[in-house]
T-cell receptor, first 111, second 113 residues
Framework: DTGVSQDPRHKITKRGQNVTFRCDPISEHNRLYWYRQTLGQGPEFLTYFQNEAQLEKSRLLSDRFSAERPKGSFSTLEIQRTEQGDSAMYLC?????????FGSGTQLSVL | DQQVKQNSPSLSVQEGRISILNCDYTNSMFDYFLWYKKYPAEGPTFLISISSIKDKNEDGRFTVFLNKSAKHLSLHIVPSQPGDSAVYFCAARRNPYGNKLVFGAGTILRVKS
């Protein structure tokens, strides 16, 4: 399977805990994106990387959020001190051009 | 601010008929538009796209129309099939900002057999 892979698929955590999600993009894609989607809304841009460089971060990405893409391959998104408002589907996408290819997402529930 | 709007939260169509999904945008700097389809518990899947220099793009049962003067695009599905039932997202790109896509809120399409 050469699609975008995200792990875990589901995460339930208690408020105040830290969580980390992983994304493995399609191998030949140099751009990687993180989006967040809540019920009834479209995906909202969080951040993107070109190779290992993080080129843009949304205002939605508070200082509790951090993303990395060491060596320009897989990426991680960490949320520190989770809040109930962080509950959402976190989507990763990779792209060689104007089309983004999404993974199945990580559904985060903060209790 | 919502730069990409899908004003119809849902649409119900009979199998075999045409489905028309609409999308409006406000930012004239958008240069590329895409439609994505999403099934429950899956990520969005690319469906069809159109450059701002064109007014129509067709791929099998799917056609996207772009009206730049009205800042409006639509997706036509003919004939509609029950497997088309999903959430459809309109998305727009503003280059040269790294292919970041701005998405609408989505339209739920139900195709009844």
């Amino acid at each position: 399977d050469t699609g975008v892979s995200q792990d875990p698929r589901h995460k339930i955590t208690k408020r105040g805990q830290n969580v980390t999600f992983r994304c493995d993009p399609i191998s030949e894609h140099n751009r990687l994106y993180w989006y967040r989607q809540t019920l009834g809304q479209g995906p909202e841009f969080l951040t993107y990387f070109q190779n290992e460089a993080q080129l843009e971060k949304s205002r939605l990405l508070s200082d509790r959020f951090s993303a990395e893409r060491p060596k320009g391959s897989f990426s991680t998104l960490e949320i520190q001190r989770t809040e109930q408002g962080d509950s959402a589907m976190y989507l990763c996408a990779s792209s060689p051009n104007e089309k983004l290819f999404f993974g199945s997402g990580t559904q985060l529930s903060v209790l | 601010d919502q730069q990409v709007k899908q004003n119809s939260p849902s649409l119900s169509v009979q199998e075999g008929r045409i489905s028309i999904l609409n999308c409006d945008y406000t930012n004239s700097m958008f240069d590329y538009f895409l439609w994505y389809k999403k099934y429950p518990a899956e990520g969005p899947t690319f469906l069809i796209s159109i450059s701002s220099i064109k007014d129509k793009n067709e791929d099998g049962r799917f056609t996207v129309f772009l009206n730049k003067s009205a800042k409006h695009l639509s997706l036509h599905i003919v004939p509609s099939q029950p497997g088309d039932s999903a959430v459809y997202f309109c998305a727009a790109r503003r280059n040269p900002y790294g292919n970041k896509l701005v998405f609408g809120a989505g339209t739920i399409l139900r195709v009844k057999s």
